[in-house]
């Protein structure tokens, strides 16, 4: 379930950052159901019904700061959403206008590796899976493109970072 402990942050998709203090069960029309409490701001509080825990995930947090945790009220949460959807469709715009300019551009394609190159890439300490080997081939083929490549891998905690592969 989660991972959970009481006392972790938590996102609820509709309500926002909450601290889950523990599950509990409670009876419902007669049937004991087990819940998920979550503490949001003073003195709000949810009981999140077992059967929908694909609404919870655990906090990420990408520093050390405690999140300030939200209101179930008052539409704080909706306007945080609200702003990273604006955000994210903003980047997507610069990103397709990016993309339209590296098509334009002409330069010459790269050559081949250098014996420089060959050397640094001996110099690697680890053996790379077949599939590490496919991704570079690949890469350097993409890298007769202008611009270089853009690279986009999930990172464990979840963020997105993106990196440009330059030619050596």
């Known amino acids: 379930m989660l991972d959970l402990k009481p006392g972790d942050y938590v996102v609820h998709i509709n309500f926002g950052i909450g601290i889950f203090r523990g599950l509990i069960k409670k009876e419902v029309e007669g049937v004991e159901k087990e819940f998920l409490f979550i503490e949001y701001a003073a003195p709000d509080r949810l009981f999140v019904p077992a059967d929908q825990l694909d609404r919870i995930q655990k906090y990420l947090n990408p520093g050390d700061d405690q999140p300030k945790l939200n209101r179930l009220t008052g539409g704080e949460w909706q306007k945080t959403l609200g702003k990273a959807k604006e955000e994210a469709k903003a980047f997507a715009r610069d990103l397709v206008k990016l993309y339209a300019v590296r098509k334009r551009v002409e330069r010459s394609p790269y050559g081949p590796d250098t014996p420089f190159q060959a050397e640094m890439e001996q110099t690697f300490p680890w053996v790379e899976t077949p599939s590490q ?16 490549l853009l690279l986009r891998r999930f990172s464990r905690d979840g963020r997105l970072p993106f990196s440009v592969l330059r030619p050596f």
Request: glycine content about 6%; hydrophobic content about 50%; cysteine-free.
């Open 133 to 148: 080997m496919t991704a570079i081939r690949e890469a350097k083929l993409r890298l007769r493109l202008p611009f270089g």
